[in-house]
């Protein structure tokens, strides 16, 4: 369902948030950033990345940690190519108009969708599982009411296209429900939006297989050192064939990650090699190369930008000078809407 596809002479707008968790992998890299920067550099799209910094404060309560965490997740997206002139790039926390919308929105949000949602109903199966007698225990109300901070993010800005990876569709959905409810007593002053989900079709694969996800201690820094690159290489599972042994492309994590990287002819050639027979060692070689030819630019250039923090807060600062321009313009419309500014 994509009702918002791009019309012509229409622009649209695009919008999508991370949250900051500290060093991004090639997961986040391949299966989120990629993608959505893809996305921004297609003509007709008007694009909005922000930082999630009040969603992270759900777990990260140290000052210094989120700041950084915030930092770090500026610089990789500028890293990875976001060009700020194109879109606008700003942190959650600078734009004041969405806790106000968040609780707007709270207001029409049955307590029942909340119950349904992803992340809280993990948590009450993980203290069902550990025998706990609070099912509660452990969730803050931030935890719970996620979905409408994250509905309040997007409705500010009437985003027509959310990129998100599969994990985040029932939030999209939410957003959608919550803003139908608001637009049914209102009139129509809410844009539903859709997701967009990424390309990649099956995850990136981490260096035992499962997902690249840091909660299994799988994963591969984007930004990590030559030398540290290679190793976390020569750790991807393959199995104990020979050399001379042909090898199968389906199911090899390294293929996979190969994949990832390479051009269309390098992909097929290595389809080739595997099929010819060839040592394990050696495509570990070939894959780190591949990868490090990619990063090495990027890594550098995260690098200066993280030496400058005072670049980055101004940067910052200026998208949400930006983005509070519709935001405050939009709000008056809500408040309008319900009945505490204007003319009712
Ligand atoms: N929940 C998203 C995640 O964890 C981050 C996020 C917050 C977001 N607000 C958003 C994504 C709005 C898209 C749109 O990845």
Redesign the pocket.
């Known amino acids: 369902m994509d009702e918002n596809a791009p019309k012509p002479n229409t622009k649209t707008t695009v919008?999508?948030?991370?949250?900051p968790t500290g060093q991004s992998h090639l997961g986040n890299y391949l299966g989120?950033i990629r993608p959505a920067l893809a996305l921004s550099n297609e003509p007709q799209t008007e694009t909005w990345f922000?930082v999630?910094d009040y969603?992270a404060l759900i777990g990260v309560h140290e000052p210094g940690k989120l700041l950084q965490m915030t930092r770090e997740l500026t610089a990789t997206w500028l890293a990875c190519g976001l060009n700020p002139e194109k879109t606008v790039l700003y942190r959650?926390s600078d734009i004041p108009e969405i806790m106000e919308l968040n609780w707007i929105l709270s207001c029409f949000t049955p307590k029942g969708l909340m119950n349904r949602a992803h992340a809280y109903k993990a948590k009450i199966q993980e203290n069902e599982l550990a025998g706990k007698d609070d099912l509660d225990f452990g969730v803050n109300m931030g935890l719970y009411n996620?979905p409408i901070?994250?509905a309040a993010?997007?409705l500010i800005f009437s985003?027509d296209r959310?990129?998100?990876?599969e994990?985040?569709i029932q939030?999209?959905e939410i957003?959608r429900d919550i803003a139908q409810k608001f637009n049914r007593q209102y009139g129509n002053v809410m844009k539903l939006p859709n997701y967009v989900m990424q390309k990649m079709g099956k995850n990136v694969p981490g260096l035992d297989g499962r997902k690249m996800s840091k909660s299994y201690d799988n994963v591969i820094p984007i930004f990590e050192e030559p030398a540290r690159l290679k190793k976390l290489v020569a750790r991807i599972k393959s199995d104990s064939l020979p050399p001379e042994a042909p090898k199968a492309v389906e199911g090899s994590i390294l293929f996979e990650l190969y994949e990832c990287f390479g051009s269309p002819d390098q992909v097929e050639a290595m389809r080739e090699t595997f099929a010819r027979g060839v040592s394990w060692g050696s495509v570990k070689e070939e894959l780190f190369q591949l990868m490090d030819a990619h990063l090495t630019a990027p890594r550098a250039q995260y690098k200066r930008l993280l030496a400058d923090p005072g670049y980055l807060d101004t940067l910052l600062k200026q998208g949400a000078q930006k983005a509070r321009a519709k935001s405050v313009a939009y709000m008056q419309t809500v408040r309008k809407a319900i009945g505490i500014d204007g003319n009712h």
């Open positions: 919008l999508t948030g991370v949250k989120a922000f999630a969603h959650q996620y901070l994250m993010d997007i985003a959310v990129p998100v990876g994990d985040q939030h999209l957003a």
